[in-house]
């Protein structure tokens, strides 16, 4: 049972490339999180899809976007990559309540 | 004031010993609570929920003290493998409302 899958776990860009983080869950969760975390931060909400076919901005949603592809995949798009992005990228689910409950094993990622 | 405040620590423990964090919230309308651990370089998992009456699981005692808007986590008996960040939840609403503390550090010692 592999729960929610995250790719790719490293990462290293350039400023002002692109590239897309995959997410995907085996448990039909309807909703899918896309989090940051941070030295000395909490994990901050960047988008969530409360179930398929919707998606909502959370509280740092600036400088993204993201496709819930069907109901098992959301994936998370950084257009334009800048130095402030560098962060742990977490992809979670749950099945019926507004907080995670499984989280994907993370995406270290740095922009230079 | 920050949503949810957590001391960071480290807590170094010997094994054996008991434990407690607290986790302040400012939101007086917060609705639900819940304790998530972090081992270092990996993902959070969720360990508990806290509910009024207070919540226990084996070693783990959760509590909720709404008058003076804080969460607490007692973990007894301290063992090597409870080494981790311990992260507070409260969620005041919504999706958008779920709010992570900084995470508290236990280091438990032989």
């Known amino acids: 049972n592999a729960g929610v899958t995250q790719n790719p776990k490293f990462q290293v860009l350039k400023t002002g490339q692109s590239m897309t983080l995959q997410c995907a869950q085996d448990?039909?969760?309807?909703?899918m999180y896309w989090y940051r975390q941070d030295p000395g931060m909490g994990l901050r909400l960047i988008y969530y899809s409360a179930s398929e076919g919707t998606t909502d901005k959370g509280e740092v949603p600036n400088g993204y976007n993201v496709s819930r592809l069907n109901k098992r995949e959301f994936s998370l798009r950084l257009e334009s990559a800048a130095p402030s992005q560098t962060s742990v990228y977490f992809c979670a689910s749950s099945e019926q309540t507004v907080q995670p409950q499984h989280f994907g094993d993370g995406t270290r990622l740095s922009i230079l | 004031r920050k949503e949810v405040e957590q001391d960071p620590g480290p807590f170094n423990v010997p094994e054996g010993a008991t434990v407690a964090f607290n986790c302040t919230y400012s939101?007086?309308?917060?609705?639900?609570f819940f304790w998530y651990r972090q081992d270092c370089r990996k993902e959070p998992k969720l360990l508990m929920s806290v509910y009024s009456s207070g919540n226990e699981d084996g070693r783990f005692t959760a509590q909720l003290n709404r008058a003076s808007q804080y969460i607490s986590l007692l973990i007894r008996d301290s063992k090597l493998s409870d080494s981790a960040t311990y992260l507070c939840?409260?969620?005041?609403?919504?999706?958008?409302?779920?709010?992570f503390g900084i995470g508290t550090k236990l280091q438990v010692i032989p």
């Open positions: 939101n007086s309308a917060s609705q639900s």
């Open positions: 939840v409260v969620n005041s609403g919504g999706y958008q409302k779920v709010t």
């Open positions: 448990m039909n969760h309807n909703s």
